[in-house]
């Protein structure tokens, strides 16, 4: 499987991004998505995951009420869009997949994906 993430870019405080993660491959194999976030000298964070089919969602604290994830499983695509965006939220994005079922609470666990896009930078001016 391969995941790439675009739509990032140079946003004012307050404003909306939507990035996108388009998966090619054997897609058959992915079960939930997610999106990560590594901010310069900081270690890569969870934001975001949605599950398999879609009806399960998780966010992290710092993004819940602003950030929401959504799948297409026709187009293999999921999305994140960012709204409120803050200077804090400055980071490059990664979109990631696993290829088993997991329990909802390792979402949040870098370790639970196999699968890795090349990350798509968000910045987030004052």
């Known amino acids: 499987v391969q995941l790439q993430a675009s739509g990032g870019g140079l946003v004012q405080a307050g404003g909306s991004l939507r990035l996108s993660c388009a998966a090619s491959?054997?897609?058959?194999?992915?079960?939930?998505m997610g999106w990560f976030r590594q901010a310069p000298g900081k270690e890569r964070e969870f934001v975001a995951a949605?599950?398999?089919?879609?009806?399960?969602?998780d966010y992290a604290d710092s993004v819940k009420g602003r950030f929401t994830i959504s799948r297409d499983n026709a187009k293999n695509t999921v999305n994140l869009q960012m709204n409120s965006l803050k200077p804090e939220d400055t980071a490059v994005y990664y979109c990631?997949?696993?290829?088993?079922?997991?329990?909802?609470?390792?979402?949040?666990?870098?370790?639970?994906?196999?699968?890795w896009g090349q990350g798509t930078l968000v910045t987030v001016s004052s």
């Open positions: 990631a997949a696993n290829s088993h079922s997991i329990a909802s609470a390792a979402y949040r666990t870098k370790q639970s994906y196999d699968f």
């Open positions: 491959g054997r897609t058959s194999k992915m079960y939930g």
């Open positions: 949605i599950s398999r089919s879609g009806s399960s969602t």
